[in-house]
């Protein structure tokens, strides 16, 4: 399979933080099937998955969330469709917990030996490589960022066929996550709220033109 660089670097011209939406127009059912498809396909960190994706249609839950969501006050009410990003909480990443092994072994379809190897690996990792289990933030932490790569591919896939896009992290967590418990049945014991991403299609251009560093001051060879 081959898909020409120009057309992929096109796309990232393309992209940009759309900060308002036109409210007339709505993504194709199929054309958001692909976004999400691309999401589900994402890569994650020993292919643990921690995430859960809400497709935030209701108008009225997005209302509820717009007061405490200052980072989306003209995307909430005007995106064709939001993507509330859960993630799992520490107690389900670490490499003892009943989720990982259900994944090894029912999603990842293991043998009972590779299973046993993998724990013991992610186990080293978590514990020494990386450090992770000191605190039940840094575990959770670690599975927050495995959400961010189905939101940079979601992105990409969405500018690839014209949709626009917006990544929102400008909100308040914790109101968010109360709200998604008492409107959306979201067990805060399970899931934490990572970030928001609006779709849809601009109505206006880019305010201004895209800016980025020189690459030699974001890029150094070790050759």
Not at 36 to 48: D, I, K, Q, T
Request: charge should be neutral; charged fraction near 25%.
């Amino acid at each position: 399979m081959t898909i020409s660089k120009q057309d992929i670097l096109d796309a990232y011209q393309f992209r940009h933080a759309c900060k308002e939406f036109d409210a007339e127009r709505k993504i194709a059912g199929a054309d958001f099937d692909f976004i999400l498809e691309v999401a589900r396909l994402s890569p994650s960190s020993f292919g643990l998955e921690p995430w859960q994706f809400l497709v935030v249609q209701n108008p009225d839950l997005r209302e509820k969330l717009r007061p405490v969501t200052w980072g989306g006050q003209k995307q909430l009410p005007t995106a064709s469709h939001v993507v509330l990003t859960l993630v799992r909480k520490s107690h389900f990443m670490r490499y003892d917990s009943a989720y990982l092994q259900h994944v090894m072994r029912e999603v990842q379809q293991f043998p009972e030996d590779i299973i046993s190897l993998r724990s013991g690996l992610i186990e080293k990792f978590q514990r020494s490589d990386f450090d992770l289990l000191g605190s039940e933030r840094t575990l959770t932490d670690w599975a927050t960022r495995q959400t961010y790569l189905p939101l940079a591919n979601m992105m990409t896939a969405a500018a690839m066929i014209g949709i626009d896009s917006c990544p929102i992290e400008g909100f308040e967590r914790g109101e968010v996550e109360r709200i998604l418990a008492e409107n959306a049945d979201v067990n805060l014991e399970h899931w934490s709220a990572a970030y928001m991403v609006a779709f849809g299609y601009r109505k206006n251009p880019p305010a201004r033109p895209k800016t980025r560093q020189e690459r030699d001051a974001v890029v150094r060879w070790l050759a």
